[in-house]
Nanobody
Framework: QVQLVESGGGLVQAGGSLRLSCAAS????????MAWFRQAPGKERDFVAA????????YVADSVKGRFTISRDNAKKTVYLQMNSLKPEDTAVYYC??????????????WGQGTQVTVSS
């Protein structure tokens, strides 16, 4: 089992920045690829970014490329999502997820409870 707890969400004005964190506990964190997804009200859960177990490989969705960066610190068992130049359309609940294989679809084994990000115009 892997437990994931997100933090760092909040209310920010358009053009601002936030950094989300996802702290893991349980099984060996460095065995897992990690990802961030987001879900806006009435919409499906969308892929945002993913990072391999070593951090050497990353994927970022086209909608956030150049604005969002995913990173991880295996010693701290934490994955981060740095979000810059935020737009109102980035408003959503952001979820952290873990799986052995890195993918862009939501077939991840473990999920956090989510953290709300709201971007005002």
């Amino acid at each position: 089992q892997v437990q994931l707890v997100e933090s760092g969400g909040g209310l920010v004005q358009a053009g601002g920045s936030l950094r989300l964190s996802c702290a893991a506990s349980g099984r060996t964190f460095s065995n897992y690829s990690m990802a961030w997804f987001r879900q806006a009200p009435g919409k499906e859960r969308d892929f945002v970014a993913a990072i391999s177990w070593s951090g050497a490989g990353t994927y970022v969705a086209d909608s956030v490329k150049g604005r969002f960066t995913i990173s991880r610190d295996n010693a701290k068992k934490t994955v981060y999502l740095q979000m810059n130049s935020l737009k109102p359309e980035d408003t959503a609940v952001y979820y952290c997820a873990a799986a052995e294989l890195m993918r862009k679809t939501p077939e991840y084994d473990y999920w956090g409870q989510g953290t709300q990000v709201t971007v005002s115009s």
